[in-house]
């Protein structure tokens, strides 16, 4: 006999969309110069990444290296830039 393991939904809890995630979830971000193309998961992480910035300074050298990285990668800012000089 085989179990259905069934997802349940905490409120307040990780997911802020406040809705069940789908099981299979896509994400697309597509970079194409200054332009973002994304889906509606896409747009979520996109969004939440925007939204990490805000705690810039707080993070340690590593984490601020990842996120420089991470907006490099999305063409939030220049190659040759960090997000904030600290």
């Not at 979830?25 to 896409?42: L, P, T």
């Not at 996120?67 to 490099?72: F, K």
Request: aromatic content about 10%.
């Amino acid at each position: 006999m085989t179990q259905t393991k069934k997802e349940t939904f905490v409120t307040g809890g990780y997911d802020t969309m406040k809705k069940p995630l789908a099981p299979h979830r896509k994400f697309i971000i597509e970079v194409i110069g200054e332009n973002v193309k994304v889906n509606k998961y896409g747009d979520k992480l996109h969004s939440l990444i925007d939204d990490l910035g805000w705690e810039y300074q707080r993070m340690g050298c590593s984490g601020r290296e990842t996120y420089d990285e991470i907006c490099h990668l999305l063409g939030t800012i220049p190659e040759d830039e960090v997000y904030m000089e600290i």
